[in-house]
């Protein structure tokens, strides 16, 4: 079959006839006013022979005038890639010969550059995909463009987008022109401004409305209108750009969810097993501070549904300065946007539940207080008991040796609950949190937050720095073994460490200790370093690259903990003279903070340790599924939830579909490189409804996080675990984690997208000396690797050069 009628193509015939015939072809089955034609098919594409006869007599029923020639590719206006742009089209082709040209043209365009780029991006193979060609007959429109049934700016999906310019509606799609935007929310409008009438846009919203529902998402329509008023649609797809909606609560009020991910380092999505277990740990670590907190998968990311507190007269108080500590700036800003917006005013309901709040607050209070101020009155003693709980942790995660069967290991997963030696890890941590962020209030006009950032230098009891520095021993340690290590891919050399077949250079020993980490080491679903030591080979390059003995990390850590004790003295000396009271005060603070604020990965690093347990169990269950053929691959576990885990071993029930139906959304997710702050319950993003930045001249500015000043060549990274980090090089990253810090040995300094002053990322960079700066919007798309930039972190700036 190598010519259709429009009319014929259906969804069921994707590969036939590619994504647009086959929205084009349900379009016509629903009734819309579609230009009549014909697609030449995927099968004459396979061939590499236009049928020219048949194209010709289907052109020929077409009244042989101008047409629209216009490519269907396989993987084309598909949900997660809409292809757009990416491969041609030819308009007004009139004859046999032109037609015969232009289809050849769309065939090309298969292979185009830009279309083999965007294939890349999202990892789909190339000897897969098939080119149709739809050929229908040319609408000659007064005014054309095109309406997005949610608007694709904010999220919002009770509002339509409309983009609208006099002419053919290629001067909107390819930017050529200056075109009319109308934003539709539902309220009739009577002015007659722009290019279309206000009845012109009560029809798109109607169209809008009715493709919604029947694709059961948003659309991105393109339409025309012609000499007679006549409207036509000449495509509708999904709009692959959205972030998915939070899920649906049955009430009327309007809810904000606080993306709580990036806390941990986190904007990549947790698979739907590691999901289930972090939504409780979250929910379960909140209530014991006496906050209670619903935690939400919105696409694959956890939210935090603080609606109820912003509608609480007390808890909205003190709601903003709360998120300072681990949320930072940006997710401040967009709180700050939503208390002052009249839909979340304080409401009777969040009173009660307000009330329920603070008494659980007041039953948390007494046994905070207690260990804060003994960590405080002595920090030494609360770091032994700490560091006691956590090897009683570490032993006690361990499985018992007589589980046998997949029941057997499954009772074992499903009885692992909180730990009773919660407090000796927990209050010693906020401890050292509050004495860190208290003086910088308290010393207000005496030092400024760069100053207090380099009293928090070098900062002792991390146990990421003594990874970080434990691998650099390592590395320093290669000797023979030097030009292997730098020469060998990180995943040949993980292969062979595996295989056992890797001369000794002490990994085993490091993996020992170690081996429990990885990037998005929260997510029981993602492999840890003992598993695939890929990301740690990458990073022992890094490190045999730094030549200059004075750049080493440890040599930079140690004069990183000189400098601040030096900073700390003079600079209480200076605090008690101005202001004596306050400079006692924040003296004792700040000493305290370098005795404690280093224990904060710890808390994190005790965790690990039954995730690892956990999810060496389930991965053999896995294995004991995928033999009795529930499983294509035993990890594939890790796309199901624990109860589905039940049924497959208790009632045998097979998995598989969900699995790859999960996998497919994991999949795209991945590929996503902007989570939201927050979001409304209509799907808001929260951060792209607040006012405007200033246009900079080349400055980008965020929040400095750790002191100094450094020009390098920029190196943007989105994966870890294959980065190559030259000595100077500025790292540029969405977000990092304790997985990301061995990065920060070879890098000069640190610039990330999101973060707060006391994460992981901007204190690991305090460590070491170097310049932080965080919450620099589009940070990894505005700089490109190899610009020339110039971080401050004092000033909280970027200037590429």
Known sequence: ????????????????????????????????????????????????????????????????????????????????????????????????????????????????????AYRDARQIDHQTVRMAVVVQRMITPTVAGVLFTANPLTGRRDEMAVDAAAGLGTTVVDGAATVDHYVLDGVPRDDDTG??????????????????????????????????????????????????????????????????????????????????????????????????????????????????????????????????????????????????????????????????????????AGRAVVGILRALARPEAARIRMFDAIEQMRVRSAAPADLRTAADRLRFVQAQDSDDSADAIMWPIVAGMLAAALPTALLKGVAGPDEIHTVLGGMPHNVTIEMDLALWRLAQDAGDHRQLLLDTPPAELAARHLRGTLPDIGMTTFLDVYGHRGVAEV????????????????????????????????????????????????????????????????????????????????????????????????????????????LDQPDDIMFLTLDEVHAAVHQGVDPRGTVTARRAVHRRELRRRTVPVALLSDGTDVETVLPARPAGDGTLAGVGASAGRVTGPARVVHDPGTAHIEPGDVLIAATTDPGWTPLFLTAAALVTETGAIMAHGPTVAREYGIPAVICVPDATRTISTGQLVTVDGGAGTITVH
């Open 195 to 364: 290019c279309l009438t206000s009845a012109h846009l009560a029809e798109l919203r109607a169209t809008g409305e009715r493709l919604q529902a029947h694709f059961g998402s948003p659309q991105d329509v393109e339409w025309a209108i012609d000499a007679d008023d006549v409207l036509w649609l000449l495509q509708s797809r999904p709009i692959t750009s959205l972030f998915p909606l939070p899920p649906r609560t049955g009430e009327p009020l309007t809810r904000v969810y606080l993306e709580f991910g990036h806390v941990q380092g986190m904007l990549q999505p947790v698979t739907p097993m590691g999901m289930s277990t972090l939504r409780t740990q979250i929910a379960a670590m909140l209530a014991a501070l006496g906050v209670r907190v619903d935690i939400v998968d919105i696409g694959g990311r956890l939210y935090g549904d603080l609606s109820d507190l912003a509608r609480d007269r007390s808890s909205r108080k003190r709601l903003v300065k709360l998120l300072a500590v681990d949320f930072g700036p940006r997710a401040q800003a967009v709180m700050q946007h939503v208390l002052a917006d009249p839909r979340f005013a304080p409401t009777s309901g969040g009173a009660r539940r307000g009330r329920a709040q603070g008494a659980a607050s007041l039953r948390t």
């Open 1 to 116: 079959m190598h010519v259709i009628a429009l009319s014929e193509a259906t969804t069921q015939m994707l590969d036939l006839v590619g994504g647009k015939a086959a929205g084009l072809g349900e379009l016509i089955r629903r009734g819309e006013r579609i230009p009549e034609g014909f697609c030449v098919t995927t099968e004459a594409h396979r061939l590499g022979v236009i049928p020219t006869a048949e194209v010709v007599a289907a052109y020929e029923r077409l009244g042989a005038g101008p047409v629209a020639v216009r490519s269907s590719a396989t993987a084309e206006d598909l949900p997660d890639a809409s292809f757009a742009g990416q491969q041609d089209t030819v308009l007004n082709v009139t004859g046999t010969a032109e037609l015969i040209a232009a289809i050849e043209t769309c065939w090309d365009s298969l292979h185009s550059d830009r279309a083999t």
């Open 523 to 630: 997510d029981l679903g993602v492999p840890r370093w003992a598993e695939d030591p890929t990301p740690v080979f990458a990073a022992v390059a890094n490190y045999l690259r730094v030549t200059d003995p004075q750049q080493g990390p440890d040599q930079r850590f140690q004069r990183a903990a000189g400098t601040a004790e030096a900073s700390l003295t003079a600079l209480v000396a200076r605090a008690r003279r101005r202001r004596p009271v306050r400079g006692r005060i924040a003296g004792f603070l700040l000493r305290r903070a370098r005795s404690l604020a280093g224990l904060r990965e710890a808390g994190k690093f005790a965790g690990l340790y039954p995730l690892r347990e956990t999810r060496r169990q389930l991965l053999l269950i896995g294995a004991d599924l995928h033999g009795s053929g529930l």
